[in-house]
């Protein structure tokens, strides 16, 4: 079992910043490859970013990259999504996602991110 739980998330202005954060734990969480996605109103959740525990394997969305920064902090068992030049688009509830090939995966609550104009 993982247990995930994020923070940061919040209202901005269009071109501002924004760090969300997840806490992890669980007995075998550090096996577990880490990302991110969001779902906006009226959409599918869509991926954002994944990273593995190492720091490796980091990858992300097309419509983030060069914007939205990945990155694990191993003595606090966060992962972190650094978001700057935030835009109106980017508003959506963000997810925290933990997977692993045959062991299925596990979601955070959810953290809402508003962008506004």
């Known amino acids: 079992q993982v247990q995930l739980v994020e923070s940061g998330g919040g209202l901005v202005q269009a071109g501002g910043s924004l760090r969300l954060s997840c806490a992890a734990s669980g007995r075998t969480f550090k096996s577990y490859t880490m990302g991110w996605f969001r779902q906006a109103p009226g959409k599918e959740r869509e991926f954002v970013a994944r990273i593995s525990w190492s720091g490796g394997g980091t990858e992300h969305a097309t419509s983030v990259k060069g914007r939205f920064t990945i990155s694990v902090d191993n003595a606090k068992n966060t992962v972190a999504l650094q978001m700057n030049s935030l835009q109106v688009e980017d508003t959506a509830v963000y997810y925290c996602?933990?997977?692993?090939?045959?062991?299925?995966?596990?979601w955070g609550q959810g953290t809402q991110v508003t962008v506004s104009s």
């Open positions: 996602n933990a997977r692993r090939l045959g062991a299925g995966q596990y």
